[in-house]
Every structure is written in structure tokens, then in C-alpha cells.
């Protein structure tokens, strides 16, 4: 299983788990993705943390195929 597949399944996970708790899944992405950031700063540090969420803001239009580049 890749690490993509993993974060997918555990996506999953999170919006059923919203589902069961009627949490918006908005906030609970939101909340999921503020824990990551902490928990991927706390092992890679902030700097390759910063790195990362910047690359990810910067093709949020989506013009990036990133299936394509994350299959690999």
C-alpha cells in the first residue's frame, strides 16, 4: 500500500467517523489537516513542513496531475 493510499484510507476513516458524530466534514478536515501539520512538523520539522504546505498551496488550482506524480 503507498503512502497516498494509507492518507486516503485514513481520510475516509475521518469523514465516517464525522458522519457518525454529525461533524461538518469541512471541520473535520480542517481539524485533520491542523493535527498533520503539528504531527508532520513535530518528525520533518518546520521548514520541510513550511516547504510542503507552500508546493500544495501554490497547485491548489488543481492544474498539477498530481494522481499521475503520487502513483509513481
Known amino acids: ?10 481520510i475516509a476513516d475521518v469523514l465516517a467517523a464525522a458522519d457518525q458524530e454529525k461533524v461538518n466534514h469541512s471541520d473535520a478536515l480542517e481539524a485533520l489537516i491542523i493535527t498533520a501539520v503539528a504531527e508532520m512538523t513535530e518528525s520533518a520539522g518546520a521548514p520541510r513542513t513550511a516547504e510542503i504546505i507552500d508546493y500544495e498551496l501554490r497547485n491548489i488550482s488543481g492544474a498539477l496531475d498530481k494522481d499521475f506524480l503520487r502513483a509513481r
Open 1 to 10: 500500500m503507498s503512502k497516498y493510499s494509507i492518507a486516503k484510507q485514513c
